[in-house]
């Protein structure tokens, strides 16, 4: 199971969080970003939520004003990455409370932790929010 990127996307195409497993250029990042943000952004909702670019697998799905794109291999079970995009999703409500593009916008620390706990080097670790939250919590309560 090989998780190349995560992103978080706005309906506008802007990029709200990114999140790389593999090396790669900035330049190439932004290029990769763009085509498949434009694919997927541009694409109908009765059409099916992968899309196959440059050899990679995108697996996307909208929540709200948010498109969560999955970036995997060509051998990855489409539905499993659709299950865990339903969990970031759920995790991160949990954590907000109903979570919107502004939630990641000026909390992109807490976001980027929250996937940390989900995903180490590509490959998914961990799904149960009360365990994915723990760390995060007591951060907080040691802070204040």
């Not at 409500?93 to 593009?101: L, T």
Request: one cysteine or more; proline letters at 2%; glycine letters at 4%.
């Amino acid at each position: 199971m090989t998780i190349r990127f995560v992103l978080m996307v706005n309906k506008q195409g802007q990029t709200r969080l990114a999140q790389y497993y593999e090396p790669m250029p900035r330049e190439e990042r932004r290029t990769l970003e763009g085509e498949i943000v434009r694919k997927c952004l541009s694409r109908s909702e009765s059409q099916c939520s992968f899309v196959e670019h440059r050899n990679i697998k995108v697996i996307y799905r909208r929540y709200a004003s948010l498109f969560f794109l999955v970036g995997v291999d060509g051998d990855e079970n489409e539905l499993s990455i659709l299950e865990f995009i339903h969990c970031i999703v759920e995790t991160l409500d949990r954590y907000f409370g109903n979570v919107c593009e502004l939630d990641i916008m000026f909390h992109i620390d807490k976001a980027h932790f929250i996937l940390d706990e989900m995903v180490m080097n590509g490959c998914i670790v961990e799904t149960n929010k009360t365990n994915i939250l723990g760390p995060l919590t007591s951060l907080e309560k040691s802070t204040a």
